[in-house]
């Protein structure tokens, strides 16, 4: 048997949810790299190595977020059109627009920053940025047109969360190209411009790939020039697009084409496993099982679906056909791993009349199928070897609190407590990414500093958007 690592690349749970399910005494060893070189269960604690204080999951990715709207999550609640009976979407759109029109890259920086750092208490090791801010507020490029996107980098780099970042490709206001609004200007760009960013951020050793933001929003002509032109850089890096979010998109996408847009999106795109369909809300069937036999990703957005009145996805479909999923916080209306397995699985629960929707003869423990398919599916979509606790993936877990009115629980009992009961205490205590420990007891090393960074920021975009 080959020696057995330091404290410092090792860690020993009692319990830890493998991608087989829970299993007793695992040891984790990792190497410099962070990579987890050995996963051994039915082991004895190795005196030098650290014992983890709770039971032992998969560190969850994150496969869709907007970094700036955490400065003004929480504060659009309120009717946005005067004398309206309704708001939705569009006009929340209206206020977003406003808002980052404003941000600074110092802004961004400070933001992305504190998000990060809050993903991180919250049990994600890793996030999908789907980057569209890129140009001053004029709409002209910076001197270093990647300034923007570089900025979420050195906050991913400082918070310590693995990135897969995103430059989003977008053109149009609306479907058949229609030209784009002036508010809309820092995010236009052309493909080459775009791909571009894309080639400055990979060459700095960051996983990168393109989102073309929506069918409304980029041609199919862009569309297979940006496809191109990623497959020239790099052939596997990960696509995302906005799909089918709005009932209002789809109406306009038929009118457009003769086909919904996720219908369109398969007849007409290279669909396949690097892809991440996000929210594809609205889905027939048949999409949802074409859909998964392309081995793509379906991210969910629960919270954010239901902040912006969305809809809800049809989970039965799309599992039946064994598709993938994985879940993001968007615009951050939660910044809560266990808040979006909750609400995705009580959403069905409340359109299906019945419960316990996620679980099946083969997984029957809601808790856990959740968290497992979660991470596989985020990982998937993360274009990076990340979402399970297994040898060659990095050494990203969190370690779920079980003390206080947690304690006493066996480790399903622990992670179903977890997603299904909101105590007040946190869910998660400990958070490992790439082998290095960035939540100790709740807290990161950059708590104070990045929270009045943070909040300064926010102050300065209220004053002026």
């Known amino acids: 048997m080959p020696p057995i690592a330091s404290s410092s690349s090792?860690?020993?749970?009692?319990?830890?949810?493998?991608?087989?399910?829970?299993?007793?005494?695992?040891?984790?060893?990792?190497d410099a790299r962070g990579v987890l070189t050995e996963v051994r269960a039915g082991t004895q604690p190795d005196p030098a190595s650290r014992h983890a204080t709770g039971p032992v999951v998969p560190g969850m990715p994150n496969l869709h977020s907007h970094a700036f709207q955490r400065a003004f999550a929480g504060l659009t609640e309120f009717r946005a059109a005067a004398g309206s009976a309704t708001d939705s979407f569009w006009t929340w759109r209206d206020v977003m627009y406003r808002f980052a029109l404003a941000v600074s890259p110092e802004q961004l920086e400070a933001i992305a920053t504190q998000l990060y750092i809050e993903m991180l208490q919250a049990g994600y090791t890793s996030v999908c940025e789907f980057h569209y801010l890129h140009h001053t507020p004029s709409g002209a490029p910076f001197d270093d047109p990647p300034e923007m996107a570089l900025r979420l980098v050195a906050a991913a780099e400082r918070a310590g969360i693995g990135l897969t970042l995103l430059p989003v490709l977008y053109q149009d206001a609306g479907f058949g190209g229609r030209p784009p609004r002036d508010d809309q200007r820092r995010f236009i760009n052309s493909v080459d411009a775009l791909l571009e960013i894309v080639r400055r951020c990979a060459g700095r050793g960051v996983r990168t790939g393109v989102a073309p933001h929506s069918l409304r929003a980029v041609s199919p002509h862009a569309l297979s020039d940006l496809l191109e032109g990623l497959h020239e850089i790099d052939p596997g890096a990960p696509?995302?697009?906005?799909?089918?979010?709005?009932?209002?998109?789809?109406?306009?996408?038929?009118?457009?084409?003769?086909?919904?847009?996720v219908q369109w999106l398969l007849d007409n795109a290279p669909v396949d496993e690097r892809w991440c369909l996000v929210h594809a809300t609205h889905m027939t069937t048949i999409e949802s099982q074409r859909l998964a036999a392309r081995g793509a990703v379906a991210g969910l957005c629960p919270s954010t679906e239901a902040?912006?009145?969305?809809g809800v996805f049809d989970a039965r479909s799309y599992l039946a056909a064994n598709g993938r999923w994985g879940i993001g916080s968007d615009s951050h209306a939660s910044v809560s791993v266990v808040d979006e397995l909750r609400l995705l699985e009580y959403s069905q629960r409340l359109t299906q009349q019945r419960r316990n929707v996620f679980g099946s003869a083969a997984h029957p423990d809601v808790a856990?199928?959740?968290?497992?398919?979660?991470?596989?599916?985020?990982?998937?979509?993360?274009?990076?070897?990340?979402?399970?606790?297994?040898?060659?993936?990095?050494?990203d877990f969190a370690v779920l609190d079980a003390a206080g009115v947690h304690a006493g629980l066996?480790?399903?009992?622990?992670?179903?407590?977890?997603?299904?009961?909101?105590?007040g205490q946190r869910a998660v205590r400990d958070v490992w990414v790439a082998g290095q420990a960035r939540i100790v007891n709740g807290r990161h090393a950059l708590d104070a500093d990045a929270q009045a960074a943070f909040v300064a920021a926010r102050s300065q975009l209220l004053a002026e958007a």
Do not use: K, M, Y
């Open 10 to 30: 090792a860690l020993f749970a009692a319990h830890a949810l493998l991608p087989a399910g829970w299993a007793r005494d695992v040891q984790l060893v990792w």
């Open 239 to 261: 696509v995302h697009i906005h799909i089918a979010e709005q009932q209002a998109e789809v109406d306009d996408c038929i009118a457009w084409s003769g086909a919904r847009p």
């Open 307 to 310: 902040n912006l009145g969305d």
């Open 368 to 395: 856990e199928r959740l968290w497992l398919e979660a991470a596989d599916g985020g990982a998937r979509a993360s274009g990076r070897a990340i979402g399970r606790l297994e040898v060659g993936r990095c050494a």
């Open 410 to 423: 066996s480790a399903p009992q622990t992670l179903a407590n977890a997603v299904f009961a909101q105590t």
